[in-house]
């Protein structure tokens, strides 16, 4: 089990327990740490997800997430320790095979092909899935995303608001069974947020998939997530429910404590 | 001996002359470019060994055909060697420079000193030529090799296939989203180290293709590539990084412009007018033809009218103010 009250006084139990042969865990670190020069950004962290479970990160600037977040992804190979997909240890891995194995990424800087249609980004996705004709898969996932009528559009002439629905769309276009998003509603607008929120919920009520989230607004936190994971200084502070979290004085005094 | 008519055929042929010596010229600065623009423009690698890629698939060529293969296998078998030579270069040399264009291009500039000298050690000053495939078109006082008339077509399919090759297939999508954003390109499950190998061999084995297609027409020495290299860069600062648009209509312009001054002065002054074009090129449009466009589009988008959006780049064109230091 991870992430239980129980786990708060030393979060290592929960991967000491996923070296056994079967584990509920889809995605683990063992005593993951990544140095640049001198200065360690990621402490020996042994961190676990559930499959099928919402997971938010949390931590102030500087805290090590998305260190964190690229070393999960395979943008950042770690000094030292490894990674688990689903019982494989996946820590040489490159980012595309990782991805060839159910895991997808959404970035924190808006990442979609700026020069391509919004029909041609989403073909950069569905050609992982599909083989052969892409088109139907990819006018059905333009319908089911709203994509549709700006289908011809350069990606560069998107609203803001339209560009990150475009990169959630190729995110899940790929079918993941776990999707890490790196604050996904960084320069929204609430409303914006909340949509995004709400699409997440329903996303992780009607499917089995695995999320990831990493983000920096705890109030966008408290909508998805009840399973919080605090990270400070490259190491996890925390582990417990939003309720938890919100009230932990420590927590507050390292990440909440100027406001 | 009658006056008046003599100069009017002679302006006739010399217009077909004229046309010709076009042709010639656009698929000359077309062909010289189009592997030099897909490893730059695609990969941001200056290749001052193109000469010498060239060169690969002009010996090989020539090799073969002399040896009794059919011109036209011997053109592939240039082809696809030059092809796996620029990858083996790619794996073991040049995938170590990206993101370094300095230190790319000192590493191709020896890498094609070397290769010079390699083949003047191995095959001597000169290989024995392959015959030139057609005759000539002859038409009054004039003729021309009807080879590199055909050329132009040639060059012409050449550019269409490239265009499909980028826009129509499912690695021309991968390859223009890697170049756009390695990272995202990745996170779309994009394997970007088998997308840059196969991209510099598609653009080496384009080179390969010139120097198979030049290779009866030119005197097989070392530094037969070199032949290529004025208007192959020539071509790439005019045209700018967009590989069909700006190489085609770089070559539209230069060769206009090489076939008049070669035919009404000398061919000297030909070459001197395409370097003139370069350096007026880096003054006026720094960006090259791609760039002048690219402007124009951004403001058509941006909501401006046809002629209001043509009216600032064209007035930045003629004074020269889109230069930047």
Known sequence: ?259 | MDMTEVPAFVDIFSLVNLLLQFLDSFAFLVLAAVGLVVIFGMMGIINLAHGEFILVGAYSTTLAAVAGAPFVVAVVIGTLTTAVFGILLERSILKRFYDRPLDSMVATWAISLMMIQGTRIYFGNSITQASTPFGSINYGPYSYSAYRVALAGVSVAVLIGIYLVFTRTEFGLKARATIQDADTARAMGVNTERIYILTFGFGSALAGLTGALYAPTLSMSPEVGQNFLVEAFVAVVVGGSSVVMGTSLAGILLGAINAFFSNVYSTFWGRIALLAAAILAIRLMPYGITGVIENIRDRRRAGMSLRESLKIPAVTVLLGGGSND
Do not use: W
């Not at chain 1, 040489?92 to 095979?97: A, F, R, V």
């Not at chain 1, 892409?134 to 059905?140: A, K, T």
């Not at chain 1, 993941?176 to 609430?190: H, N, Q, T, W, Y």
């Open chain 1, 1 to 259: 089990m991870t992430a239980t009250e129980g786990d708060t006084e030393n979060p290592r139990v929960a991967a000491s327990d996923r070296t056994g042969v079967r584990s509920p865990d889809i995605l683990a670190t063992d005593g993951l740490t990544k140095k640049f020069g001198g200065i360690t950004a990621i402490n020996n962290v042994d961190f676990s997800v559930e499959e099928g479970e919402l997971r938010c990160l949390i931590g102030p600037n500087g805290a090590g997430k998305s260190t964190l977040f690229k070393l999960l992804t395979g943008q950042h190979t770690p000094t030292s320790g490894h990674v688990y997909y689903d019982g494989e240890d996946i820590t040489d891995l490159e980012p595309h095979e990782r991805i060839d194995r159910g895991m997808s990424m959404k970035f924190q800087a808006p990442s979609v092909f700026e020069s391509l249609s919004v029909r041609e980004n989403m073909r950069t996705a569905a050609q992982r899935v599909i083989d052969g004709n892409l088109d139907p898969y990819v006018d059905e996932k333009l319908n089911e995303f709203e994509l549709a009528d700006s289908a011809d559009m350069t990606a560069s002439d998107l609203s803001h608001g339209q560009t990150q629905i475009l990169e959630i769309a190729m995110a899940l276009s790929l079918d993941p069974k776990m999707l890490l998003l790196d604050e996904p509603v960084a320069g929204m607008s609430v409303e914006e947020s909340e949509e995004v929120a709400e699409m997440l919920n329903e996303l992780h009520e009607e499917t089995d998939k695995t999320f990831i989230v990493i983000e920096h607004d705890i109030d966008f936190v408290d909508m998805i997530s009840d399973q919080v994971t605090v990270l400070s200084q490259g190491e996890i502070f925390r582990q417990g429910t939003i309720e938890e979290i919100r009230n932990d004085a420590e927590v507050r005094e390292i990440y909440l404590g100027g406001e």
